[in-house]
């Protein structure tokens, strides 16, 4: 019902009457132990913001990337009515982490938190759309809301979030709630939206957010490329050259020449005919496994996997893009330095020196051991391998571990589809599709050492069950 009836589609609200219902998910108690430990950095970790009176959004962090005084956040939650915006607590809090990780399985795509601390009578944001699904769970307290249309049809399911919005070009709000501690709301990127607490009660949520930039425009951004580059050297009308004096009735100050014999008509003919055939040269599987693969890298690691120590490089890429990813997904630019990714020939030539079934492994013994996939894997083929890609050594801070896949022989595919169907059901080591025995337990160890499989207790009816 959520995904035909609201998902993209409008708000959803849940009045639980039910105050323990996200009991052990976070609390203000976290948030200052987290403080005290000196593992929250102001900008990186949390951020100061106030609404004030005057109606003006501001940030208050005293001194950005240092860590957070405990007695200061609380001098300006108390004394000057500031939110506590936290960030990306998934990377430190286990319970956050365990519900993003569930969660991006579900949605398909990356799955970001925050949380809001808000004391009572007061706002720290302006009135603003984002560029993601909100969800929220109203952990203390309670907090009034009020969400509007969009200002225009094209702010419907932005690509970016807006700036803050003036309160005096909002319509009358479609609709105004107070959430509940245990209580819950969605709503759809783009829905503009603002919240403040109540005058009795401090306020403490958690927004849950995903499909940023996991849209069509951003399939295409991965297939037309592919697309263009194949017609081009596949047809040799894609290679021809425009037409001579182009420039002199293509542009702007030539577009009211609609005659039907015009040099400009015989232009959108031809250009609508390679339009037409650039389908041809498609390929939406591979651009879908290029999407996967970036998801896979930007995904939190499956929950208990142990975080990998942070590298001391620096970050790669656009760095107001990467700041504005950061914050939405977990983290921020200072804190995502992120490892060099290695060169996929240099981890082929790893993999074919040390190819699977001859590496000192522990874990699967027996073909009877009875194994369970665990994250999110995806199998893509290159040249002449199978490459499992996987996200059990992900770092639970945004990007900051490299890619990474463990290869096989192309004809080993059925075997890890198999594996990778499997759903997190577990499964006999003996039930993979291959034809002996001794490749099911080499295929088995490599993905256990990679950890995309962990062994199950071994129940009783396989002590007797034969192999084939």
């Not at 995806?378 to 770092?395: P, W």
């Not at 577990?426 to 088995?444: G, Y």
Request: proline share 8%.
């Amino acid at each position: 019902e959520f995904f035909t009836d609201y998902y993209e589609r409008k708000p959803l609200v849940i009045h639980r009457e039910s105050p323990n219902y996200y009991k052990g998910q976070f609390n203000a108690k976290d948030l200052f132990h987290a403080v005290e430990q000196g593992n929250i950095k102001y900008s990186e970790n949390i951020d100061i913001a106030n609404y004030s009176l005057q109606k003006k959004r501001q940030t208050l962090n005293p001194n950005p990337n240092e860590p957070a005084k405990l007695k200061e956040i609380k001098h300006f939650f108390h004394k000057r009515s500031c939110t506590l915006r936290v960030l990306h607590p998934q990377e430190w809090h286990d319970p956050l982490w365990r519900l993003c990780a569930q969660l991006q399985e579900l949605f398909g795509c990356v799955v970001g938190c925050n949380i809001y601390y808000t004391p009572p009578e007061s706002q720290g944001f302006a009135p603003h759309w984002d560029d993601v699904d909100v969800f929220v769970m109203q952990l203390e307290g309670k907090k009034r809301w009020r969400l509007y249309e969009p200002l225009q049809e094209s702010d419907r399911l932005p690509r970016f979030s807006s700036e803050d919005i003036p309160e005096d070009v909002l319509p009358e709000p479609m609709m105004e709630l107070t959430l509940c501690q245990g209580d819950f709301l969605y709503f759809p990127r783009g829905i503009i939206h603002q919240a403040s607490a109540i005058p009795t009660m401090t306020s403490m949520h958690a927004t849950l957010s995903t499909t940023q930039r996991w849209t069509w425009r951003d399939f295409f951004d991965k297939a037309l490329p592919l697309a263009l580059e194949r017609a081009f050297q596949r047809d040799i009308r894609f290679r021809r050259a425009l037409p001579r004096a182009a420039l002199d009735f293509m542009g702007i100050v030539h577009s009211t020449d609609d005659s039907l014999d015009s040099p400009r008509s015989k232009f959108f003919n031809h250009m609508s005919t390679l339009v037409s055939m650039l389908p041809q040269y498609m390929s939406p599987d591979e651009s879908m496994d290029e999407m996967g693969l970036q998801y896979i890298v930007d995904s939190l690691p499956p929950f208990g996997v142990p975080t990998p120590p942070e590298p001391d490089v620096e970050p790669e890429g656009d760095d107001e893009q990467q700041a504005s990813d950061a914050k939405q997904h977990g983290g921020s630019a200072a804190a995502k330095k992120r490892r060099k990714k290695k060169e996929k020939e240099q981890q082929r030539q790893q993999q074919q020196q040390q190819p699977h079934g001859k590496i000192k492994l522990s874990g699967p013994t027996s073909v009877n051991n009875v194994v369970r996939y665990v994250g999110i894997a995806r199998l893509v083929f290159e040249e002449e391998m199978a490459a499992v890609y996987h996200n059990a050594r992900n770092s639970r801070c945004y990007r900051l571990a490299p890619q990474q896949f463990v290869a096989f022989p192309a004809d080993d595919a059925d075997a890890i589809q198999f594996v990778l169907r499997s759903k997190h059901v577990p499964f006999r080591i003996a039930d993979i599709p291959s034809v002996h025995d001794v490749d099911k337990l080499q295929i088995a160890q490599s993905l256990h050492s990679a950890g995309v499989i962990v062994v199950e207790q071994t129940p009783s009816w396989t002590s007797s069950a034969s192999s084939s």
